[in-house]
């Protein structure tokens, strides 16, 4: 399930994500009340089995059962935070009844990997750039989006508007881009061609993380054309932590 809202006294409206038929929103009757046995079982984030039945405006959930509840996110602040910065991202891109199992098997892949304490960092961009491509937004990365001339292993840019990485030539007339380091060019086209386990073996300085953090929020930004508001209350909560823990996994790329 990727969000829910409240409707009534004890109903709720459930944003719900499937395998076979993509996003579409389903009503769960009385599941607010006390005595329910559904509310267990359909939890945010939570990967369930339902029966539906056929209703005016919305099929109603007449039967569920959690199969993975995902349940040791919920024991961290920042971890189901991050879970719900993806399930907004998959919100956001996917159109009503619209299948994409790529996508589902992404979203339930870096949501496992969060909960069996997958780097938060890595999960989070490598979920960004997968979701771009599968979404039909994939960043040039391989030559310069605007000239299409060769990228040189030199300090180039990252232009939203352009759709990806701008050489020094085209910087000028795109006007004021943030920097793109060699490294973070790297681990940019990494994270786009390689798995997640390849995503979770990279290891990074805190300024090559925040570069990379930025240049693919200013994208999703100009994607969607606002921000993803659960990104910014990741951001708040993160900043919360120990400035200790910030390099605690720190190994140069």
């Known amino acids: 399930?990727?969000?829910?809202?409240?409707?009534?006294?004890?109903?709720?409206?459930?944003?719900?994500?499937?395998?076979?038929?993509g996003k579409f929103d389903v009503i769960a009757k009385g599941v607010r009340r006390p005595t329910s046995r559904k509310s267990g079982?359909?939890?945010?984030?939570?990967?369930?089995?339902l029966l539906l039945a056929q209703g005016r405006t919305l099929d109603v959930i007449t039967q569920c059962e959690v199969i993975e509840s995902l349940a040791a996110l919920r024991g961290d602040l920042e971890r189901l935070s991050a879970g719900f910065y993806l399930a907004e991202l998959v919100?956001?891109?996917?159109?009503?009844?619209?299948?994409?199992?790529?996508?589902?098997?992404?979203?339930?892949?870096?949501l496992r990997g969060l909960e069996t304490g997958g780097a938060a960092a890595a999960t989070l961009?490598?979920?960004?750039?997968?979701?771009?491509?599968y979404s039909g937004f994939q960043p040039q990365l391989r030559v310069c989006a605007s000239c299409r001339g060769a990228?040189?292993?030199?300090?180039?840019?990252?232009?939203?508007?352009?759709?990806g990485v701008v050489c020094?030539?085209?910087?000028?007339?795109?006007?004021?881009?943030?920097p793109l380091s060699v490294n973070g060019l790297k681990v940019m086209r990494l994270l786009q061609t390689g798995s997640y386990v390849d995503a979770l073996?990279?290891?990074?300085?805190?300024?090559?993380?925040?570069?990379?953090?930025?240049?693919?929020?200013?994208?999703?930004?100009?994607?969607?054309?606002?921000?993803?508001?659960?990104?910014?209350?990741?951001?708040?909560?993160?900043?919360?932590?120990?400035?200790?823990?910030?390099?605690?996994?720190?190994?140069?790329?």
């Open 201 to 253: 073996r990279l290891r990074a300085t805190p300024a090559l993380t925040s570069e990379l953090e930025e240049h693919l929020r200013r994208y999703l930004r100009h994607v969607l054309e606002h921000e993803v508001r659960s990104g910014e209350f990741l951001r708040s909560v993160r900043s919360l932590r120990p400035a200790h823990d910030e390099a605690a996994e720190v190994v140069v790329l």
């Open 91 to 110: 919100d956001r891109f996917s159109a009503e009844r619209q299948e994409n199992l790529a996508i589902y098997k992404l979203l339930l892949e870096c």
């Open 41 to 49: 079982h359909l939890e945010e984030l939570s990967r369930t089995s």
């Open 151 to 163: 990228i040189e292993a030199v300090v180039n840019s990252f232009s939203s508007s352009a759709g």
């Open 125 to 133: 961009r490598y979920f960004e750039v997968q979701l771009l491509s």
């Open 168 to 178: 020094g030539n085209c910087r000028v007339e795109e006007g004021a881009l943030l």
């Open 1 to 21: 399930m990727l969000r829910h809202r409240k409707i009534g006294e004890a109903d709720r409206i459930l944003t719900i994500f499937s395998a076979e038929q």
